[in-house]
Structures are given as structure tokens and as C-alpha cells.
């Protein structure tokens, strides 16, 4: 493994920001932080940075432990939400200032000069280069915040939430931009957010973490499809998660929503580590785009050996573009479903109505409560 973080744990006093954090990143691998405010995403960077000294546990880069190094030996190069730009300075100086000043390796002036050069054709800011600062868009100096921290080649690159301070459109172009610079130069990103839509997006794989502690570990598609608890369920996606029981388990696991509703699914609908027992608590996924929803006049809402079905009220039509969501309350609990907005843009005008809600055997997830 290329970057290893190795029962790290960090107190600050009485706070323990991490506990027992383990995961490793692979060279030119992207690599998500993602979890809620607190959660312990920065300190693991900080760390990583030499920023801050581990309470126990330790952090290898190629092998090395790093607490051998300072942070100015340890080649990780960091962008932060508030990019501190030297004000004074041009575009072009600020881009040049890690390889004059060094930390890596020290640039002479005509290589830094070029290595300038081709990272404000990569950013598309060429024609900007003698700007200061205080002429830049926001994004345009988010830009050359991260061409300064390429520039001497970080052998790990961290970025701390670089697009919060941003406004939707350009975090979405930022965010390509970031990752088709990571592809080309086949660098090796921690990147940190709590934007679950962001860090889908943008990485090979994600951590999921919450206080201090690692939830899960996976693809974009592994958290999402087959969340290990109900924490990252319900922090990853829409969807609606209800609190169930397990009736029995075998061949397949048996298991009851608090309407009633029962059903009996294949036992790889299970997503946690050790399997259920009969009379354990669970968490009943249902992903909102993979439900369909009637009126109940329609159709008949029970539940049957291929599909569970789940009535409520129609509370709310949100229009999203080309879907729409539908918040829909009953026994079981609050209900999600989206589709397309032509098919039932229309509902808005029904909002109080009865609608049963179908989710197939199949795309039932159940989680560890
Ligand atoms: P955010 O998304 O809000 O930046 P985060 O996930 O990056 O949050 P951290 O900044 O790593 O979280 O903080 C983790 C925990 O450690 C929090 O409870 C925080 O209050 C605490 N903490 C961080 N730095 C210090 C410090 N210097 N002294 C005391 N507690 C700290």
C-alpha cells in the first residue's frame, strides 16, 4: 500500500477525534473523507500533514513512518476550504512560490518557471497570469490555490473541503476539473467533504466516517448499494429507512416492518458483517429511485412474495427537474420515491391522497440498526 493509516487515534483532552482510524490508499488513487461536521476528517489530514502528532498509531507513506519526517519533508501538499493566496503577489508568482521556496525539492528559476507554465495551461489560466488575487473570481482562485499546491510535486495531495466556499454550477465544474487534473498527473488525492453527492462523484473509493471511527469502506457504488450500518444508509442517498425486525432466518431472512408488513428476502440483501439473528432490530433501505408508487385506488397495496407494499399519505411533490420526489407518511414510517417528472408532475394536485409504495424483493437492503 502506497499511504497507510494505522490505528491512528488522536485526543484532544477529553475529545477523542479519531479513534483507531485503519485504512490505506493506493498511489494514484482518489480517496474520499466523508462524514458529518466533526466526525474527525481534518484531523486525519492534519496528521497526515505533520500538522499535528498522533495520540497512539502511525501513518506510513512508502513504507516510511512519517513521524520520523517534519512536515516539510513529507511531500503532502494541502488546499484548504479559505485558500490563503498571497495577496501581493501575481498568479503566476503565487504558482511559482512552492518551487522557489522549495519543500520537496528546489526548482532553479527557469524550471520553475516552465513547470509554471504548464500548470496555468491546465487550470486555463494562462491568460490570467499576471493578475493578483483580489482580481479572480472565487473559483478562478480555488484554481490557483491547487496549481500552487501541484506545483512541487506532493507526493500525496490533500484537499479540505476546496469547493465549500463555491457556488453549485462551479463546484460541479471544479470538481471534473480536479479530477481529470488527478488522472493526468496520476496523483494520489485524500479528499475531504461532507457532501455525500460530491464524494460519489469525484472518487475511486470513499471512507465513511463518524465520530472518529470508520463506518465503511468502498466504492462509490459499494457504499451506496450496500451500506454497512444504518448511519451510512441514511447518510448516503435518498431513500427511505425503516425500522424492522428479523422474524426468522435460513435460506432466506424474514423480517417485519412496524406497520406490520412482512416479507422474505435472499439472504445477500443483508449488508452487515455478521448475519442477523430472529428478533434483532434492523434498518429496512428502500432506495427511492428503485420504488414505485401508485395511488391506491389503482392497485391493491398488500405485500406479496416479490414485492413489499407500503401505504401512506401523499405529503409533498418536490419538482427536481426531470423527476420529481414524493414524501409520503405512513405506518411504517417516512417514505421516499422518485421518478420521472412527466409521469407524475401531475400529483402535486393530489397531495392528502392514499399511495402505496412497492419496493421489489430484490432492491430491499437490510442494515445493522
Ligand atoms: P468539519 O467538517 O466541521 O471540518 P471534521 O470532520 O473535519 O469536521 P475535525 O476538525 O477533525 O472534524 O474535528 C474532530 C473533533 O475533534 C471535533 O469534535 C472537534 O471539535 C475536535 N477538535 C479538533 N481540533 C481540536 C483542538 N485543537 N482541540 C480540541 N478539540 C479539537
Request: charged share 25%; with cysteine.
Amino acid at each position: 500500500m502506497y499511504l497507510s493509516f494505522e490505528q491512528l487515534t488522536k485526543r484532544y483532552g477529553e475529545v477523542t477525534a479519531l479513534q483507531d482510524v485503519t485504512f490505506g490508499v493506493e498511489r494514484s488513487e482518489f480517496v474520499s473523507l466523508l462524514g458529518p461536521s466533526g466526525c474527525g476528517k481534518t484531523t486525519t489530514l492534519l496528521l497526515l500533514a505533520g500538522f499535528e502528532q498522533p495520540t497512539s498509531g502511525r501513518i506510513l507513506l512508502e513504507g516510511r513512518d512519517l513521524s520520523e519526517l517534519p512536515p516539510e519533508k513529507r511531500g503532502v501538499g494541502m488546499v484548504f476550504q479559505h485558500y490563503a493566496l498571497f495577496p501581493h503577489m501575481t498568479v503566476a508568482e503565487n504558482i511559482a512560490f512552492g518551487l522557489v521556496h522549495g519543500v520537496t525539492k528546489r526548482f532553479s528559476r527557469s524550471e520553475a518557471m516552465s513547470r509554471v507554465d504548464r500548470l496555468l495551461d491546465m487550470i486555463d489560466l494562462a491568460p490570467l497570469r499576471k493578475r493578483k488575487p483580489a482580481e479572480l473570481s472565487a473559483g478562478q482562485q480555488q484554481r490557483v490555490a491547487i496549481a500552487r499546491s501541484l506545483a512541487p510535486e506532493p507526493r500525496v495531495l490533500c484537499l479540505d473541503e476546496p469547493l465549500s466556499a463555491l457556488d453549485a454550477l462551479l463546484r460541479e465544474r471544479l470538481r471534473l476539473e480536479i479530477r481529470r487534473l488527478q488522472r493526468e498527473l496520476g496523483l494520489t488525492v485524500l479528499y475531504v467533504t461532507h457532501d455525500q453527492e460530491e464524494a460519489l462523484a469525484i472518487s475511486d473509493r470513499v471512507v465513511v466516517m463518524n465520530q472518529g471511527k470508520i463506518l465503511q469502506i468502498g466504492t462509490p457504488w459499494e457504499v451506496y448499494d450496500r451500506p454497512a450500518t444504518r448511519f451510512v444508509a441514511g447518510f448516503i442517498g435518498k431513500g427511505s429507512l425503516l425500522d424492522g425486525e428479523v422474524v426468522a432466518t435460513g435460506g432466506q431472512i424474514v423480517f417485519k416492518v412496524t406497520s406490520g408488513a412482512k416479507m422474505a428476502v435472499p439472504a445477500d440483501c443483508w449488508c452487515g458483517a455478521s448475519p442477523p439473528r430472529a428478533g434483532h432490530r434492523l434498518g429496512v433501505l428502500l432506495r427511492s429511485e428503485r420504488v414505485r408508487v401508485t395511488l391506491s385506488n389503482d392497485e391493491d397495496g398488500r405485500s406479496d412474495s416479490s414485492r413489499l407494499g407500503l401505504s401512506g399519505r401523499l405529503e409533498e411533490v418536490e419538482f427536481l427537474g426531470a423527476q420529481c420526489r414524493l414524501q409520503i407518511s405512513g405506518p411504517a414510517g417516512n417514505l421516499v420515491a422518485t421518478a420521472p417528472a412527466a409521469e407524475i408532475g401531475a400529483w402535486q394536485a393530489r397531495l392528502g391522497s392514499k399511495v402505496t409504495v412497492f419496493g421489489r424483493v430484490d432492491d430491499v437492503r437490510l442494515v445493522p440498526w
